[in-house]
């Protein structure tokens, strides 16, 4: 399964931008998704997860009320949509298919990564 990871960019804080991963294929419509996130000189970190199907939603505390997680079953496509960014969100963001079909923070859960979508808020 590939991963592609879009949406990224240099947004003012306040603003809003929205994340895309797309699975190559079918693999992963049965299968939880999750976004995590690197800042320069941090560890990776969650950041939001969803279930295959759209049921359960996770959400790192930093992000609740601001990101939203969604996804489109159809095109195995799932998104984030980040509201009222802040500059402690700039980080590269990545995409994750999980081994099972819950939504989960934990990364050793997560089978496949796509590449990161860099996303800098400025203050």
């Known amino acids: 399964v590939q991963l592609q990871a879009s949406g990224g960019g240099l947004v003012q804080a306040g603003g809003s931008l929205r994340l895309s991963c797309a699975a190559s294929r079918r693999t992963g419509s049965n299968n939880g998704v999750g976004w995590f996130r690197q800042a320069p000189g941090k560890e990776r970190e969650f950041v939001a997860a969803i279930s295959w199907n759209g049921g359960d939603s996770l959400y790192a505390d930093s992000v609740k009320g601001r990101f939203t997680i969604s996804r489109a079953r159809a095109n195995y496509t799932v998104f984030l949509q980040m509201n009222n960014l802040k500059p402690e969100d700039t980080a590269a963001y990545y995409c994750?298919?999980?081994?099972?079909?819950?939504?989960?923070?934990?990364?050793?859960?997560?089978?496949?990564w796509g590449q990161g979508t860099l996303v800098t808020v400025s203050s």
């Open positions: 994750a298919v999980a081994r099972s079909s819950a939504a989960t923070a934990n990364a050793e859960w997560y089978r496949y």
